[in-house]
């Protein structure tokens, strides 16, 4: 199972250094998403790069609907791979989606896990009755039906927001890895995602954090760090990048490499 | 009395409301004066994404294949339809009674189960679900969901009549219609690679036994993941009952009970079997609230029984059994926030229980977040113990499955044909196809109703005496007595299987004649959508399978069930009849398609009566031929797959076509390459294992006289690097050769990687050559050096990554030279797989898939050399440098005449020199008069002819070129400075470190050739037109014949362009036009023209247009470069005709 796991999820270990690093992404990008990021690291940590079953990069056939329906089977994968590597602790860097997973892997397993560094996080992405999570159901539903209609506009349209920043490049870069994605895969990973709710349990996290944020980014309100940092259980630190967009580590590396070293290193 | 249609839409929610105003349109379609339930279903069924459907696909008997019972379901829906009355049309037909009544049934259910209206609401109003009870009566006028909508319609008589015709069981469907529908769709998608790791979905034939206790609560949705992992915390030994945390936690604990309370337990293990799940919810509200301690008595005294019984058994040796205690939410345990000293008691309570029948109870509860847990725990630290509990977030509130539901949508807005698309259930109705958008029209679906009919009318054995009332349902009668009672049951199945599958031969057929014929248009514009590219590989299976099955299937079960039945050749004619009927219409209709079609129709029509001709008339005759048919038709008119593919395909072809050019163009090469060195590579190939060294130095000598120690070094590094790997084969050692050229001189470079290839593995083939700095940057337009590139990123890797380029082509050529140029602007992929490569000798792919490379030589080449210090000390004031040659533009060259007249300081100079005459030639086409100025006031500085003179000009030219260079050089920084360059350094050292030998490479000295050329050229300006009359040459035209001196593979083809072309058109001037020591002769580059277009409307000034050199030399052998010049000449001489309009404007004053 280990190896079909690691073989499937395209799972590589790079790097010489004694401490283990996992980079996760987010969704609508693959692990390409870190090539920016990872070779500053490699020197000093051993890092696993995976892409999540959902990613383009990875045979739809994998992707079991009746599995996938909560971020619990994401959590599965993230565990049996780390598993399957031998990995007894570890350093966790997750964007956005998975930033998710991480917080519920590091509930799961706390040992396994020194530090999570979360990317773009958020509990919640819908609005709530005192809680801003940055969407409406209203909205969140025409968007559906946006990706239902037409996934190729979508993504076209989505991208660049997602992105912020106005870096062309790696605009392309998300759009070819959103449009990767098989749409209906795309769709049912979004929905996933809108109508998990980690709020309640923001608690049981005992790992400490690292929450990048950047200064605007169209997914996560920044109201959004701040609810994580007073909600979390662990010692948690808020770190704003002076960068737009839900992708720094793409759009701003410069930028964010420096906060991971630091991050890691306390 | 009938409702209006606006009326009951009110009652609606937007979604059943659409399905409402469906099953108006269905009415309005059939003139009948009322919507009813039959209406709705029909519309339910025809849906995109069709819930019902789903549901009947779920809850249908697994004995019979699904497509022919939801034919059957079809046909009985539009047999009962086909029955109700039609009047004249009605705008809108109000919706009947029994319908109005069904409507106002599903309000009142779900007014009875506010959880689910709540939850619904939720999403909407962000209403927390616990104080969600109360309210529910404020809601005045309910919005009835899709859901209850379909299962009240279901109530209704005559539907579920309708539906146990065609062996549904209305009940079954209703059961499936409030579970998951996932579990269907995604049984498509999970195939056998990944096989379903928990088992939770729940099989709906167990729980159709149970009885259906209709109407359900809600929480139908998103629990088997939950349940799973509740499962799985309660089969742990410590630890074991959980805690449910998360705002969606009671949803989840709702859902596991009620799935428990229902007997399906399937996410349990086997020791879990048979739980009892007992909520003392209630009780304990009541309890902590009001303070009634009765009735929570009783329950716990009702618990404990159950339990000792279950300890009992379980002494008696029977497993299994136990109770789950759902204490229900933890929040109820606090009033107004605190915990009261009566719930001490309570927990007391529970705690003991737990102590005595720790193996037989479970406690589950939830929580909506973790503080208010950890306020509980404060008060009972021990509670974790104590109660054996175990935190389980819950991160997923229902509906998640939305998106299972739209699936099919989804596709469809992939897919073409949205109506072939195989939905989830596999089937398309034949009542449906008519709501969809892309269906059979009026005319072809008329004539395939009159198919079916005929053919029900064969295959029913009563007589017929009214074709619409007594024919069908007789056979629909029959089968549904049959079915219930449930004797000969598959006989008559059978006898409804073939019948299914010729009605079913004759929808499709019809189908695909509409499709053709009258959905072109729409096919082709469906086609310019971008439709995904998993759309044939999602679909081409599936219509294979498809075919598959019906080819292999139906014939089999016809000739074993059915010899006794009467012979009737009447199903063939009837078809014929039609199908030339038709034909002939279409001839005349459409006749661009008509040929097409013809062919299929013939092809079809001809087979029957082959068949019948043949053999003897029977029965399974012309089963047996509607397969052939189908099987013909989908042949010809698989037409969407068809269309896609061949989009593919031309992509492919455009793919191919690149990469043929690319071949064609490295050949060429090559041939050239063979044709100037041809005995010495032949003959090296002999020798080497002798002279290795000797042969291959030979070879790159020849081919890059100017690196003298670059090749040497390069052959001494080969050849002992060879000699050392030989040694010690068979023993599984390294036989990769790593080198690394640095410095200047990229064509030397790249010259010596492809002889190396020729030298070492016969050809020039064997070169893969990446440029790892072309990714970001677009080449340059009309680059000289852009025919030899064709390797731009684009059309190379078509997002393949570098690394995964170089893996596809060592694969295939794994004997080879990889040419890596730029290696130090290599990205981090790439890097990463060089550096694995060099130390493991696999180079591996972004995938992680390694490719070995013994014995292939891998060269990289980088511009940077160490400590810089080489380049610097080269870059004394140069005219002409590499970046700048680089730079060439193929542009056509011309000769212009001019005079000088004004500038007397100029008059005293002959000679020839080389300068800049940029405007001048980019304004030659447009005004001929500012010609002479810009001509004159360009020219800066003069200089004489001779080695001297140039030395000279070198220096002040340095003068001029700022203005452009500093461009060049801007645009070579740029790509350097990446934010991460100091990386970049860091790891070129160290690759570099790691390298067999580094070789450097001098820069090629084009200020030393440039020199030899401007003499040659001057010698043959003076031997034709003499001494007197100066020449200029434009840097432009230079830097052209530079490019190509250093690029042809020949020696000597610049002198022989020189001297033939050249040459000659000097002559061809000077007798045209004589020309004295008062006019200027220049050469200049003929700005934007680019060679091979050929530009012969230059006029004016323009005596002559040379075939652009560079390219020309380096593209063409001699003997074509002769043809060439022929070919020039006439062109020239055209030109030449123009010129007395030229004298006169030149002898001007």
Redesign the interface.
Known sequence: MGNVLLEALNVRVVGSGEKILVLAHGFGTDQSAWQRIFPLFTPYYRIILFDLVCAGSVNPDYFDFRRYTTLDAYVDDLLNILDALGVNRCAYVGHSFSAMVGILASIRRPELFSKLILIGASPRFLNDKDYHGGFDQGEIEKVFSAMEANYEAWVNGFAPLAVGADVPTVVREFSRTLFNMRPDISLFVCRTVFNSDLRGILGLVRVPCCIVQTAKDVSVPASVAEYLRNHLGGRTTIEILRTEGHLPHLSAPALLAPVLRRALSR | MPTPVTAARQCLTEESARALDEAVAVARRRSHAQTTSLHAVSALLSIPSSTLRDACARARSIAYPSRLQFRALELSVGVSLDRLPSSKTVEDPPISNSLMAAIKRSQANQRRHPESYHLQQL??N?N?INNATGCSQTAALLKVELKYFILSILDDPIVSRVFGEAGFRSCDIKLALVHPP??H???R???T??P???LC?LTDSVSGQVGFNFPFSCQED?F???CR?IGEVMVKKSGKSPLL?????MEALRGFTESLTRGKSGFLDGDLAGLIVISIEKEVNEFVTEGNEEKLGLKMKEMKGILEKCTASVGGGGGGGGVVLNFGDLKGLFLEGVLSDSVSSLVLKLTGLMEVYRRKLWLIGA?????IY?KFSDKFPNIEIDWDLH?L????????????H??S???K??VPFGGFFPTPSDFRSPLSGRNQSITRCNLCNEKYEQEVAAILKVGSTVSVADQHSENLPSWLRMAAVDTSKGEDVAKTKDGETMLSAKVLGLQKKWDDICQRLHHMPAIYKLNL??A?P?VPIVGAPQFATEKKQSSSEDPSINESRFPSQSPSTQIPRTSEAENTNFQSRLLVDVSSLAQQTDKVVRGFTHQPQQNLSGRNPSLFVPPVTTDLKLGTMYASTSQESNNLKSLDHKERLQRGSISAEFDANTKNTSYQFAQSSSCSGLATGEQFDQGDYKSIRKVLDEKVGWQDEAVNSVSQAVSQLRRSYGSCRGISCKGDIWLTFLGPDRVGKRRIASALAEVLFGSQEYLISVDLSSQ?KGSQSNSIFECQELNGYDVKFR?K?VSDFIAAEVRKKPHSVIFLENVDEA???V??SLDQAIRTGKFPD???REIGINNMVLITTSTITKGNTTVFFEKKPMKFYEERILGAKSWQIQIVVGSISDDVSRSNVTGTRVTKIKEASASAFVNKRKLIDTVESSELEKTDTGERVCKASRSCLDLNLPVEDTDEDLKLGESDSE??SE?SEG?LEEFLSQVDKKILFKPFDFDGLANKIVKEVSSQFQRTVGSEVPLEIDQEVMVQILAAAWLSERKGAVEDWLEKVLGRSFAEAQQKYHLTSQSVVQLVACEGVVVNEQAPELTGYLLFSLPALPRFIYNLTFLELKIAFKDWKGKMLLILCKLSWCDQLMNRP
Request: overall charge neutral; charged content about 20%; proline content about 4%.
């Open positions: 999403h909407s962000n927390n996932v579990t769709v995604s049984s998608f999970s195939r690679r990944c379903p790791i928990f979905n998103g088997d993941e939950n992992r945390v998360g705002v969606c936690a929580v909506e977040t973790v503080e950890r935190l977030p819950i991160t997923s509130s229902k509906s998640s499955f939305d998106g299972a739209s699936k949508s989804l596709m807005s992939f959508t971008p995904g998993q970001d997002g990554t990205d981090y992929y890097r990463h972004s995938h992680g934010s991460l990386n790891w």
